[in-house]
């Protein structure tokens, strides 16, 4: 019996997942990050039977530009899972995707990262889904614990230290010390709340209709938190379809407009910061003073969101070292290091 068991734990290959509303990550044990991929599965109905046509990588470039027989859907929304079958086929796939052809011995123990602001019925869903997917066992750990400690923060020291963990369904504010959260709050404002603004900015000011896929490149490519100091910035070239014709067009905007486009949003996140520091303890707000805030995740990459926590707050602000890895590296090192024991959950 104990050779089957030494197999088994030979064979099978612990992973860490950061189930993300806009990308998946996959970290293995004792080899980091092997998977990046966005969190979208393709599905195509064939005879009005539905099976998966793609998934990841393959599946966004799809998006929007689909025929009646295929749809891309995104099965997590805000942060927690929206199409459970869905979201259980793309685990399936991610995780077969990191074993490669070896799934004959593959019972892998899996840890998921969930937002906090998640419900027990949402954490069930997940668990289930990494169950279905071929899990042996699944813990849990908190988005906001993981991304403090893929950021290097001191998680298990008697020090209040403060994280933005800004996704693409929420924004996870915490205050942590001791292996705990002594204060959280989950703003469910992300990415995508920020293209849905660019979108609909768009649509206001100029009649025209840019697609998703439009308004997260433009994020990324031009996104700022701050008016540029000439009040223009950079010219942005926009092609739709313009609301009045309804034909193909093109427009220019600037980062002025987008800073204007992006103010609610982004404003939606300041205001759980100051709430988070409310309600946050004296002795832990000196500690905060001094550690200062510090921003992971991919809205982390806004231009001039740094600077304008700084001067919202009155604190030092700063960006981690791989914002967009940090929830992953941290679920990892959580699965790995006993150092991190305590901060992952069963149930």
Request: hydrophobic share 45%.
């Amino acid at each position: 019996m104990s050779f089957f068991s030494n197999l088994f734990k030979f064979s099978s290959r612990n992973m860490a997942i950061d189930l993300g509303t806009a990308n998946t990550l996959v970290y293995v044990e004792n080899e980091g990050i092997i998977l990046n991929e966005p969190s979208v599965v393709a599905m195509e109905t064939i005879g009005g039977f539905k099976k998966v046509k793609a998934v990841g990588d393959e599946a966004k470039m799809m998006m929007g530009k689909t025929p009646d027989s295929i749809e891309a859907i995104r099965p997590l929304r805000d942060g927690v899972i929206a199409d459970i079958e869905i979201a259980e086929k793309m685990i399936e796939y991610f995780i077969k995707k990191v074993n490669g052809r070896n799934t004959l011995f593959s019972f892998p123990e899996i840890t998921i990262c969930v937002p906090w602001g998640s419900t027990s019925v949402e954490r069930r869903a997940i668990r289930d889904a990494a169950s279905n997917a071929g899990a042996k066992e699944v813990f849990l750990i908190l988005e906001p614990m993981a991304a403090a400690i893929g950021a290097g923060m001191p998680v298990t020291e008697p020090v209040g230290s403060m994280v933005v963990d800004i996704g693409g369904g929420t924004t996870e504010v915490a205050v942590l010390s001791l292996r705990g959260l002594a204060y959280t709050t989950s703003v469910r404002t992300g990415g995508d709340k920020m293209d849905e603004a660019i979108v609909s900015y768009v649509r206001r000011h100029h009649n025209l209709l840019i697609g998703e896929a439009t308004a997260e490149r433009i994020k990324k490519d031009y996104g700022t938190a701050i008016v540029p100091e000439d009040g223009i910035g950079e010219i942005i070239t926009l092609k739709g379809r313009d609301l009045v014709n309804g034909v193909p067009k093109e427009i220019t905007i600037n980062q002025a407009h987008l800073a204007e486009a992006l103010a609610e949003p982004i404003g939606a996140i300041v205001e759980g910061v100051r709430i988070a520091l409310e309600n946050t303890a004296p002795e832990l707000a000196a500690d905060i003073v001094d550690q200062g805030i510090v921003l992971t995740g991919g809205g982390a990459l806004i231009r001039g969101l740094d600077e304008h926590l700084r001067e919202e707050t009155g604190l030092p602000v700063s960006i981690a070292e791989d914002p967009l890895s940090c929830v992953a590296i941290g679920t990892g090192r959580a699965m790995e290091d006993p150092e991190y024991r305590g901060v992952r959950m069963t149930a």
